[in-house]
């Protein structure tokens, strides 16, 4: 926990009242290196990119600024902690409060000056103009019905923007978080395919094992997996409430008589309270529908998404699930490795064919 002053100090100079914050002087006396003084940050003025550690530039000072305004307006800095959490969380994906009664000029430039990217806060100099024109000039907007309802409008167009922009920014975490999860994902899968083939190949030496293929004679073993930075939306498996971060397809193919046996692998919380982890699911479809969109090949993988969260879920479909959701990773591991050793001998004995029983009982392979 960071050691800070969070109060910013007020002190008479040069015959004006002047704002300025000593909470940081002690440690850039104390600090040795760059990094000490990064964590050297006053919590309810610290613009988003010192939270994140990133380099500081003038636009950080305006929003310094902005929040002093904040406080001098409204009796409080725009974001309240108590923790640094709490701080560094509202900093980062929180839109400052609506100030009202206010002058809508300094309240829209506010507004700007706290805008989350620093890129597109206003520079010091478009500040001071805007300062010197709405203090300096006094122009009295109730003058002027044009004025006002233009600086009312825009007000609200800023507002618009601060939200547009913290909607923006939950977005990009969002997608960061996600992207790092199915990095993980997918390393995982990695080591349960190699697992899988090296225990296949202890028992089937002349076997060729190449780029998750694993080939011998009458019997081909496939798993096709997106790159490890590839993930899936959140909101992809709306239907069925899945919240599924990667995927991959596994398949055993029988060359003489051809019959192909495959399914999807997720990596997915099938409901909010559980874990995420990699779950097997094969798919069928639907009796009684039309023949032309029928399968030649029973259970399948699906490559569609959409079809797959609407198999999942109650809506009438094409297609349902013929076999899961069942986990393949930690202590189901094992599982998944006879099932696919099952159906690779099988495809290898020309005896792959279509199940008995549809959807596919839970004992099947045991």
């Not at 293929?213 to 939306?233: K, R, Y």
């Not at 879920?313 to 297609?319: A, K, L």
């Given at each position: ?8 100090h007020k002190f008479f100079h040069e015959g004006k009242?002047k704002v300025s914050d000593f909470g940081i002087a ?213 239907k069925s409430g899945w919240d599924v971060v990667a ?120």
């Amino acid at each position: 926990m960071l050691n800070v002053e969070i109060r910013p100090h007020k002190f008479f100079h040069e015959g004006k009242w002047k704002v300025s914050d000593f909470g940081i002087a002690r440690f850039v006396e104390q600090a040795t290196s760059l990094n000490t003084l990064k964590s050297c940050l006053t919590p309810p003025y610290a613009a988003p990119e010192q939270w994140e550690l990133k380099r500081s530039t003038n636009s950080t000072d305006i929003y310094a600024l902005g929040c002093i305004g904040y406080t001098l307006l409204i009796g409080s800095p725009p974001f309240i902690g108590p923790s640094i959490e709490d701080y560094r969380n509202r900093h980062l994906n929180e839109k400052p409060p609506t100030i009202n009664n206010h002058n809508p000029v300094l309240v829209n430039l506010l507004s700007m000056m706290l805008r989350k990217n620093q890129e597109v806060r206003p520079s010091a100099s478009r500040v001071k103009h805007i300062l010197e024109k709405t203090v300096n000039t006094y122009i009295n907007l109730s003058d002027r019905s044009g004025l006002n309802k233009l600086a009312d409008a825009g007000a609200r167009v800023a507002k618009r923007e601060a939200e547009r922009e913290v909607l923006i920014k939950q977005d990009q975490e969002l997608i960061q978080t996600r992207r790092k999860i199915a990095v993980e994902a997918y390393s995982i899968l990695g080591e349960l395919i190699q697992n899988l083939h090296e225990g296949m190949l202890d028992v089937l030496p002349n076997a060729k094992s190449v780029d998750n293929i694993l080939t011998l004679e009458n019997a081909q073993l496939v798993v096709f997996m997106c790159s490890h930075g590839d993930f899936i939306p959140s909101n992809a498996f709306s239907k069925s409430g899945w919240d599924v971060v990667a995927g991959a397809i596994i398949s055993v193919t029988q060359i003489q008589p051809q019959y192909i046996w495959s399914s999807n692998l997720w990596f997915m919380k099938p409901d909010p309270s559980s874990d995420y982890r990699w779950y097997e699911v094969s798919y069928m479809d639907l009796p009684g529908f039309g023949s032309e969109c029928r399968h030649q090949h029973e259970p399948f993988a699906i490559d569609n998404i959409e079809d797959a969260d609407y198999a999942a879920s109650n809506f009438m479909h094409i297609y349902q699930i013929a076999w899961g959701p069942r986990p393949i990773d930690q202590v189901d591991s094992e599982d998944f490795y006879n099932r696919w050793e099952v159906l690779f001998a099988n495809a290898l004995n020309r005896r792959l064919t279509h199940p008995t029983r549809m959807p596919i009982p839970k004992n099947y392979f045991d």
